[in-house]
């Protein structure tokens, strides 16, 4: 291939990798702002117990999806990579197979999921009153959660063509669907069941816009009993079997705080929980779009054998994950009073959600952090390398809970610091494993990618400090949380981007966000105002 070529294709593959994350950034910023205003109003017309048995009906679907996420990316992996090769009857093997062995495993798992309700209901200690209804939640929760990943293999084959964006586009109209039933539903009187029509409704709109959209962007895919190939299972009991393990594992360590502390202190832990970590999750979610574009994107480097342009991926992609999560982080920890009273108000039961939030901040930034390194290993066909992760995080979490409930016992505090501390250790582990395996050293790691998002932690702190013997950090009500945050939150957006921007860019980076930020003004304005 001519030199000329051969950059026109980096550039027409920069041009895909950052119009999908672009795209995800996007979209996962209009998810944020439709969720922050759906749990003050869900908890107003329902009781924290309530929430936390939808909360947990969300654990266990949780643990369904994760445990089936091998099966979705061994669509995207191996979709990307017969796409780069022209193999569009293997994807339709590919499909077929994996559509009639999810759909078998997936039934066996319902008929499983039936019998262990009245288990699983004891063991959040759900009040009896609630415990009909909480198996009911749980059982059309994970059906319908179920059949999505069965046909969920149409958004993922979309994902694997590197068509994020349009599985963005059908992700946003139905989560914004979802959250206008909610509030309708609620209002009408429904209660607990509004939240369950909403997603009902939700999943089956995605499955069908997905399924129509896939048909369109890859007319050449037949799905049929004809095209199963007992050869591509290898793929999904090899590749996907170690990618199960990984996501049940990562699963279980990114809800074992709320397990635990449903098990130790009762379903209303659990909702506190969910409450105060609600934001820092919401917040991680849209750095991501760089992990979920990293994979189909390395994928198909790896099928050209382009190894220096992965290291290369991985680092920007760590990169701009850690400032972005690391501007959104840093204020949650810093502001977490304010932010928590102007949310769900200043009623006293919230406190603690508060205090989850201030603790949970950086660990979820640093989970975030590892993405870029799972999806890398996903793409080049090492899956099992993520493993490092998340049976470090497990084996730290025993050990130091087991600690805790020795010393402390079985507390709400406990919890905290044990889990959170062991998630930024297990972090920083695989930070290590992973450079080592991608060519990047530690040093330039930690002032590339760690420096950048630490530091508005530092700028967060310190003008908590500052402020705080003017400016209430633990307001009475709204009112004061909005002045808190106004104050506060004024001077950290016109100082920690600016700071970022002209100590800890490069030039390329600079001149990149201005002409980026010139672009986003001037398409605000009428087209005869533009310039030509």
Not at 420 to 445: D, H, I, P, R
Not at 459 to 483: C, H, K, M, N
Request: aromatic letters at 12%; one cysteine or more.
């Amino acid at each position: 291939m001519s030199s000329e070529a051969e950059s026109g294709e980096k550039a027409r593959a920069k041009d895909v990798v950052s119009r999908n994350v672009v795209s995800s950034l996007g979209s996962k910023g209009i998810y944020l702002v439709s969720r922050i205003f759906l749990p003050p109003l869900i908890l107003s017309k329902l009781s924290l117990e309530e929430y936390g048995v939808w909360a947990t009906c969300f654990i266990l679907i949780g643990y369904l999806g994760m445990g089936a996420f091998g099966v979705s990316s061994v669509y995207v992996r191996y979709t990307a990579s017969y796409a780069a090769k022209g193999e569009y009857d293997a994807i339709s093997r590919l499909v077929s197979t994996g559509l009639v062995v999810v759909t078998a495993v997936n039934l066996a798992l319902l008929a499983g999921v039936w019998f262990l309700l009245p288990a699983v209901v004891e063991m959040f200690h759900v009040e009896p009153a609630f415990r009909e209804t909480a198996q009911t939640l749980l059982f059309v929760t994970t059906a319908v959660f179920l059949l999505d990943l069965s046909f969920g293999v149409f958004g993922d084959v979309l994902t694997g063509l590197q068509y994020i964006h349009r599985t963005n586009v059908i992700w946003v109209a139905t989560f914004l669907v979802e959250a206008v039933l909610i509030v309708a539903l609620l209002f009408a009187g429904l209660g607990i069941w509004a939240l369950l029509w909403a997603f009902v409704i939700r999943y089956l709109l995605q499955v069908v816009s997905s399924l129509v959209v896939c048909r369109q962007a890859l007319p050449e895919l037949s799905v049929h009993p004809r095209n199963f190939d007992r050869s591509m299972l290898k793929l999904f009991y090899r590749y996907g079997g170690i990618v199960q393990i990984s996501g049940l594992l990562s699963m279980f360590m990114r809800s074992i705080e709320k397990v635990l502390a449903g098990a130790f202190l009762g379903v209303r832990a659990t909702g506190l929980f969910d409450v105060g970590e609600k934001l820092p999750m919401m917040g991680a979610w849209l750095p991501t779009s760089f992990a979920a574009a990293l994979m189909p994107a390395s994928s198909d480097l790896h099928t050209k054998d382009k190894s220096e342009e992965i290291r290369k991926l991985y680092l920007k992609g760590c990169r701009y994950n850690s400032i972005l999560s690391g501007l959104m982080m840093g204020a949650m920890a810093a502001f977490a009073g304010p932010l928590l009273v102007l949310w769900l108000g200043p009623d006293e039961k919230f406190h603690d959600a508060a205090l989850i939030m201030a603790w949970f901040a950086l660990p979820y930034q640093l989970h975030v952090l590892t993405g870029p390194g799972t999806s890398l290993f996903k793409g080049m066909d090492e899956p099992q390398k993520e493993l490092v992760y998340p049976v470090t995080q497990l084996i730290l979490v025993a050990s130091a809970v087991g600690v805790g409930l020795l010393t402390v016992g079985k507390t709400l505090m406990m919890i905290v610091v044990t889990v959170s501390s062991s998630m930024c250790l297990s972090a920083f582990v695989f930070y290590g494993y992973a450079n080592k395996q991608l060519g990047v050293s530690n040093s330039e790691y930690c002032l590339r990618v760690l420096i950048p998002g630490l530091t508005p932690y530092v700028i967060g702190f310190a003008l908590a400090s500052v402020t705080g013997g003017w400016v209430d950090l633990e307001p009475a009500d709204r009112l004061e949380a909005f002045y808190a945050l106004a104050v506060n939150g004024a001077l950290y957006v016109g100082i920690a981007p600016l700071v970022i921007y002209r100590l800890l860019c490069d030039w390329g980076e600079r001149e990149f966000l201005r002409q980026q930020t010139i672009h986003s003004v001037q398409s605000l304005l009428p087209r005869r105002w533009r310039p030509v």
